[in-house]
């Protein structure tokens, strides 16, 4: 087991490389001036040349690449040539939130997906199925940033239940705490009020995210689970006696779960780079916001930076799924 | 004797033409979802035509009509300029459409000759190609889409090729996958052994053969593709008012709500439909298309 | 006396897209206690779907009971309610299928499957397990595993204590079956059916599982269905015989009677189809033509297309005569033939 999961790490580190060379290349081969549009409209030439020596941008590319390779060994993940900032710093405050906000989603997602798949699965071609089948494609056709907005104008603009975007009121200290999550945070001193807070924060952004992956997990499910009904193993479970229930909530389920794992897998990826978004309807602080700025100011060490890190988070529950896996089927397990 | 099999081919064919047939209508959903693209497509063809206000998709402004409420003239309100929302959105289905068609060609094109490439040749070609897709599809797309939206600057035609280079890895993938399985096939290897060149064997036997799946790929796309181009349209990437796109609407939209909400939910809900249309007809497509996909 | 299985007349449609097929046609068979009743013939003959249907374990629709009854210890299961049927499989009817591979769950230790199907033979029988109907839910799952226990050691498996907590994948195929059939006998019912339980194994293994099905019927006062399409396997097991074609039992009886007198023509052609030692070379025969449409079946006798005695009589249904006690065929044809 460690020596799977350790190769699997090793093999990582590659696909990690590669990508940096990919989104450094794409970022310096096309057209655009970094340089001038962080110089200010106003600038001079030599401002201009000025900025760009001191960021190393007028060296060749190759040295560029090794600077940042260099530093990213040391983790170092550059400067934003905008705020001057160090990228490292910033994803240290911001990725927390984009964490926290795809963890939510997903938890969302899992718990109502995976019974919601599995009962359609049961009732099978009859009215709930219908209903689960209308309502999962409608959800994944749904443009999240737009049912973000509907949320905000009904829940937050007319209802007014729930606040309008943000993470946290700025009048108050956000929860302070190891795992930078708010709602984790706040539970873990027993600051029930800060929970409270953070989670009505945090409700809308995670339902506007957590609808597509509910309804791909739904689907998933039902179809893995219609899959496991038909296998051998059910027919000779009911020859025996076993009642439906126990056949559906315990043999069928653990089966038909382990495919729907790779699903899950794959949206973590998915959520991960899709927070943009939704952080940018509910002004999230967070790492797709964050992109998202440096985008549009052709910023261009952010975006390699956040590139890097989803890509290795979204690797890194690969693994995790794949260990998960092979708890849940003890036949990987030992291949 | 040649006459004979012509014929029973002939009649297998309409045979199976007939079965999909009735899968497809079989299926009441996907058929709300073929009606749903074809309004949409009519839309996309003579939206602009039929706008009751064609002064206002030219970028026509009516300030003495700002924010209207939905009215018998306008059903769908107007926006802060005093133009008409329900003409913006009917003449935003071109833009929509087009690019989704567009971005969904172009990935299907690269991916299908790197996909044909990997899985016809194997061997290091197909690891380097493969390889690489594999980290393309690890890059978060829609960032990958906006960065290089974002430095080639707006625009129609650069906006499909960003979000079209983020978007080929899945066919690549998917055409290997089929490639690698009819190479293995008994007609394939008929074919080989009468002396047919690679190129002919490829393009005769076993492109063909792997159409469905990439069509279904397609359909089920092409609602993901109009997303993604709403999406950089939202971020403010992508088309440039006046040029009326969905996206850009509701970006603007954003900040009149709660008290102009029809300038943001109309157009919303025409992006919404279009989409729920495709999948739905995408999802029916799949059924009849792909039987390995059909329970 | 009334019979642990007797099956009258039945009949059964399967519907699908191109409409109704009959895939039984007027089947009945009568088992005792302590008769192994062998079930043969060619696949889609409708041996499986006969056996699936005493446990009523076919979905219907696409599957329909037309016609006939099902006794179970005189109980007619076909107008038995889903938790009526429940309460008799596992505890009155045990089954074992082809595969040992797909039956059991990959994803959980044997001694769970065990433990979950003794639980819910003693739901209704709380006597398998050896305790009261009071007894707790620790109580009852601790005498679940002393009886899978010792249903594993049974069976044959080798210390069965530690192997409980093994997955199925952990076992070979013939130990897996093992398994399975301990498994089928835990809830102590009275009717095995065994579908294909040798097809699966190596030629080794299949003579130890049969030997093995044998010793638990001796052990246990059951009575057994086997379904095979391998006349050896009925010959080396069984007590009585009954070969299906095309949805009919066209010949059944005691195993001496029917394999020592073969009389309906498919049966004998059956006979000739098995390699012996002492058949000369080229003796061996296939059968020409394959099994009939069943949505449009041949009129009368489903054999005749492909029988060589065939005479314009057989487009009526057959009449059955008994050659022998107990030994019945469905070819009229045969009998004139001989009294002639």
């Known amino acids: 087991m460690l020596r799977f999961i350790l190769r699997r790490i090793l093999l990582v580190l590659p696909v990690l490389f590669g990508l940096t060379v990919i989104m450094f290349v794409i970022a310096r081969v096309l057209p655009g001036d970094p340089v001038a549009l962080a110089a200010g409209p106003n600038a001079t030439q030599s401002e201009i040349a000025a900025l760009a020596q001191e960021f190393g941008l007028d060296q060749p590319l190759w040295v560029q690449y090794w600077t940042y390779l260099t530093g990213l060994v040391q983790g170092d993940f550059g400067t934003s040539i905008f705020t001057r900032r160090p990228v490292a710093q910033d994803l240290a405050t911001y990725l927390p939130a984009t964490l926290e906000l795809v963890f939510a989603a997903l938890f969302l997602a899992i718990v109502i997906g995976i019974p919601a798949g599995l009962m359609a699965a049961v009732w099978r071609n009859r009215w709930p199925d219908y209903l689960s089948n209308i309502l999962s494609v409608a959800a994944i056709s749904m443009p999240r940033f737009f049912l973000g907005l509907l949320l905000q104008l009904c829940f937050a603009m007319w209802l007014m239940w729930l606040p309008l975007g943000g993470r946290f009121p700025i009048i108050f200290d956000p929860p302070q705490g190891v795992t930078g999550f708010y709602t984790i945070d706040a539970l873990l001193q027993a600051d029930w009020e800060g929970f409270v807070t953070a989670c009505r924060y945090l409700a809308l952004p995670a339902i506007a995210m957590s609808l597509s992956p509910l309804a791909t997990i739904l689907r998933m499910m039902r179809a893995s689970t219609i899959e496991v009904m038909h296998q051998d193993y059910v027919t000779t479970a009911r020859a025996l006696g076993l009642s439906p229930r126990m056949i559906v909530f315990k043999y069928v389920l653990r089966n038909a779960i382990s495919s729907s794992l790779t699903v899950i897998g794959l949206y973590f990826g998915w959520l991960l780079g899709g927070t943009v978004l939704v952080e940018t309807v509910f002004d999230w602080p967070g790492v797709g916001l964050y992109a998202t700025q440096a985008i549009v100011a052709q910023d261009f060490m952010p975006v390699v930076s956040v590139a890097l890190v989803i890509g290795a988070l979204f690797v890194t529950a690969n693994i995790v799924i794949d260990v998960l896996y092979g708890v849940i089927n003890p036949k990987v397990r030992y291949q | 004797m040649t006459d004979a099999t012509q014929v029973t081919r002939r009649s297998a064919r309409a045979e199976a033409l007939s079965r999909a047939l009735y899968r497809f209508r079989q299926s009441r959903l996907s058929v709300v979802g073929a009606t749903m693209v074809a309004f949409v497509l009519f839309f996309t063809l003579f939206g602009g035509i039929l706008a009751p206000y064609p002064e206002h998709v030219a970028g026509g402004v009516d300030t003495a009509h700002r924010f209207a409420a939905p009215s018998l003239a306008h059903p769908f309100g107007t926006n802060e300029l005093g133009q008409d929302v329900l003409s913006l959105v009917m003449a935003g289905t071109p833009v929509s459409v087009a690019a989704g068609f567009a971005v969904v060609f172009v990935g299907t094109v690269l991916g299908v000759i790197v996909g044909a490439l990997a899985g016809f040749n194997g061997g290091w070609i197909d690891d380097v190609l493969m390889r690489f897709s594999d980290l393309m599809l690890t890059i978060p797309s829609l960032i990958l889409a906006m960065a290089v939206a974002a430095a080639l600057g707006p625009g129609f035609v650069n906006m499909i090729i960003a979000i079209a280079l983020a978007w080929w890895p899945g066919y690549a993938r998917l055409v290997r996958g089929e490639v690698l399985q009819a190479r293995e096939e008994v007609y394939v290897a008929a074919a080989r052994a009468i002396g047919a060149s690679p190129a002919r064997v490829l393009f005769r036997h076993i492109l063909p053969n792997i159409v469905s799946p990439v069509i279904v790929k397609m359909s089920l796309d092409m609602g993901f593709a109009i997303l993604t181009v709403a999406a950089l349209g939202f971020i403010g990437i992508g088309v440039r008012p006046p040029t009326p796109e969905w996206g850009t609407l509701l970006s603007i939209a954003r900040g009149y709500m709660p008290d102009f909400w029809w300038t943001a939910v109309f157009p919303g809900m025409a992006m919404f439909l279009a989409v729920f249309g495709f999948n739905l007809l995408g999802d029916g497509l799949r059924d009849v298309l792909d039987p390995r996909a059909r329970r | ?340």
């Open chain 3, 1 to 340: 006396m009334t019979a642990l299985l007797e099956i009258r007349d039945l009949h059964l449609s399967m519907h699908s897209y191109e409409g109704a097929a009959r895939v039984l046609d007027g089947v009945s068979l009568r088992v005792n206690k302590g008769e192994i009743w062998g079930l043969v013939g060619e696949t889609g003959c409708g041996k499986s779907v006969t056996g699936l249907s005493v446990s009523r374990l076919l979905r219907t629709p696409p599957a329909e009971y037309t016609r006939g009854e099902i006794l179970l210890d005189g109980t007619d299961v076909l107008t038995l309610d889903e938790r009526q049927m429940r309460s008799l499989r596992g505890r009155r009817v045990g089954m074992i299928f082809q595969d040992p591979t797909t039956n059991l769950n990959p994803a959980f230790r044997i001694g769970t499957q065990l433990i979950d199907v003794a639980l819910a033979a003693a739901r209704h029988d709380p006597a398998i397990l050896g305790l009261g109907r009071g007894a707790g839910r620790r109580a009852r799952v601790a005498a679940a595993r002393k009886l899978a226990i010792a249903m594993l050691t049974e069976v044959g498996i080798p210390a069965a204590e530690s192997r409980l907590d093994d997955y199925p994948h952990q076992f070979s195929g013939g130990m897996r079956q093992r398994v399975l059939i301990a498994m089928a006998l835990i809830g102590r019912p009275d009717l095995l059916i065994a579908d294909e339980p040798t097809t699966a194994l190596d030629v080794s293994v299949q003579a130890q599982i049969l030997a093995l099905l044998k010793q638990m019927v001796a052990a246990h006062d059951m009575g057994v269905v086997l379904i095979t399409h391998n006349l050896g396997v009925v010959a080396q097991t069984c007590t009585h015989v009954a070969v299906m074609y095309a949805g009919t039992i066209v010949e059944q009886g005691p195993i001496r009677d029917v394999l020592g007198d073969p009389a309906h023509p498919y049966t004998q052609a059956l006979m000739r189809a098995i390699p012996t030692r002492d058949v000369a070379r080229g003796a061996l025969q296939g059968l020409a033509g394959s099994v009939p449409n069943l949505i449009h079946p041949p009129r009368g006798c489903r054999f005749a297309p492909r029988c060589a005695l065939a005479r314009p009589s057989c487009a009526q249904p057959p009449a059955v005569h008994e050659r022998a006690p107990g030994h019945r065929v469905a070819c009229p044809v045969v009998e004139e033939a001989q009294h002639a």
